[in-house]
């Protein structure tokens, strides 16, 4: 099976580590260039890497934590004071985001239709731990 069929199309598959309980997955941003939030140019300089560690919809109950390899670009534009600027992945996963948004979406629909105790009890079984509080 291709491993690019389960990801979004904003992230290309680099690695993949199976253990008992998790299962664990390189990405990096499939784009070649980066886009200024601000003024909305291409960028293709790169000013460094960072990692973001992302939970993702589990895989037959095993916890499934994503790294994403992220760029920060150079805004090419002088004027604007915003120097370097953050990869984006569009709607799949947004700044800050520490979930995916189908992640985020079956969280919801668990905390709407269970609750915040029951619900919380019942992500941690089928593999996207988050506590009830979260779930409010």
Not at 112 to 122: D, E, F, H, N, W
Request: glycine share 6%.
């Amino acid at each position: 099976m291709n491993a690019c069929l389960l990801f979004p199309e904003a992230l290309a598959f680099r690695y993949s580590t199976v253990s008992a309980n998790t299962v664990e997955c390189g990405l990096m941003g499939s784009t070649p260039f980066g886009t200024c939030p601000l003024c909305q140019r291409a960028s293709s300089k790169v000013h460094r890497y960072y990692q973001r560690k992302v939970q993702d919809l589990p895989i037959s109950g095993k916890i499934v934590k994503l790294y994403i390899s992220t760029r920060k670009f150079f805004c090419q534009q002088d004027s604007y004071p915003r120097k370097v600027f953050a990869e984006r992945f569009g709607s799949c996963l947004r700044p800050w985001q520490r979930r995916l948004e189908r992640s985020n979406e079956q969280i919801q629909a668990v905390g709407l239709s269970c609750g915040s105790k029951p619900g919380a009890r019942i992500c941690e079984v089928i593999g996207l731990p988050v506590s009830a509080s979260t779930l409010l």
